[in-house]
């Protein structure tokens, strides 16, 4: 049940509220803490905070028990080390 409210306030944009339902969420028995820590990851890149994204992620990694999920996470990692590149070599040709 909390995976599919935390999706929605990922959706609506709702941060403070995912936050607050996101560590409930944690601290409830059986919610399965990769998909929280995913979904966490996945709004933090959709609002470009990519170093707590990279966090969220790499906290999701460590949980993962799935050869899927660890894939996912892998995949979310290399897209976020491309766009943290991107942006990097964009400041330096403001220069």
Same mark, same amino acid.
């Given at each position: 049940?909390? #995976?599919h409210y935390l999706k929605l306030l990922g959706f609506l944009?709702?941060?403070k *509220?995912?936050? *607050?339902?996101?560590?409930? *969420?944690? =601290?409830t028995p059986g919610v399965d803490t990769f998909t929280v820590h995913a979904i966490l990851g996945k709004h933090a890149e959709k609002t470009q905070k990519l170093t707590l994204? /990279?966090?969220?992620y790499? =906290? *999701?990694?460590? #949980?993962a028990t799935r050869k899927s999920s660890m894939e996912y996470?892998?995949?979310?990692?290399e897209r976020l080390e491309a766009k943290q590149q991107r942006a990097a070599a964009y /400041?330096?040709?403001l220069l």
């Open positions: 049940m909390y #995976v944009n709702m941060e *509220a995912l936050e *607050a339902a996101s560590l409930k *969420a944690l =601290q994204a /990279r966090s969220y790499e =906290q *999701a990694y460590t #949980v996470i892998e995949e979310s990692l /400041r330096y040709s």
